[in-house]
């Protein structure tokens, strides 16, 4: 499967961004997505999760109450809504996608797309 990610731009703090991501293939709705970022000097980390039906989803401690991970498996896209971003969300946002299981872990993820950037000014 490929991923595109897209949405990331320059936003001032507490504004909002909605990022999305488009899956290639016909088997995107027996994958778990994840969006994932990376900061400059930092390790990638996880941000967000959802099941194959959607029905379930986690959330860093971080992002809780604040981003809000979907997906539409009708059209292969999964979206991580950003809401009241704040200086240290600024990052490289990736999806990924998982075959098996769903996990919140780097190494568990069988496809990555590039990411797009999410710059937070004060």
């Known amino acids: 499967v490929q991923l595109q990610a897209s949405g990331g731009g320059l936003v001032q703090a507490g504004g909002s961004l909605r990022l999305s991501c488009a899956a290639s293939?016909?088997?995107?709705?027996?994958?778990?997505m994840s969006w994932f970022r990376q900061a400059p000097g930092k390790e990638r980390e996880f941000v967000a999760t959802?099941?194959?039906?959607?029905?379930?989803?986690y959330y860093a401690d971080s992002v809780k109450g604040r981003f809000t991970i979907s997906r539409d498996n009708a059209k292969n896209m999964v979206y991580l809504q950003m809401n009241n971003l704040k200086l240290e969300d600024t990052a490289v946002y990736y999806c990924?996608?998982?075959?098996?299981?769903?996990?919140?872990?780097?190494?568990?993820?069988?496809?990555w797309g590039k990411g797009t950037q999410v710059t937070v000014s004060s």
């Open positions: 959802i099941s194959r039906s959607g029905s379930i989803t």
């Open positions: 990924a996608a998982q075959i098996r299981g769903i996990s919140t872990t780097t190494g568990d993820m069988d496809y």
């Open positions: 293939g016909r088997a995107f709705s027996t994958y778990a």
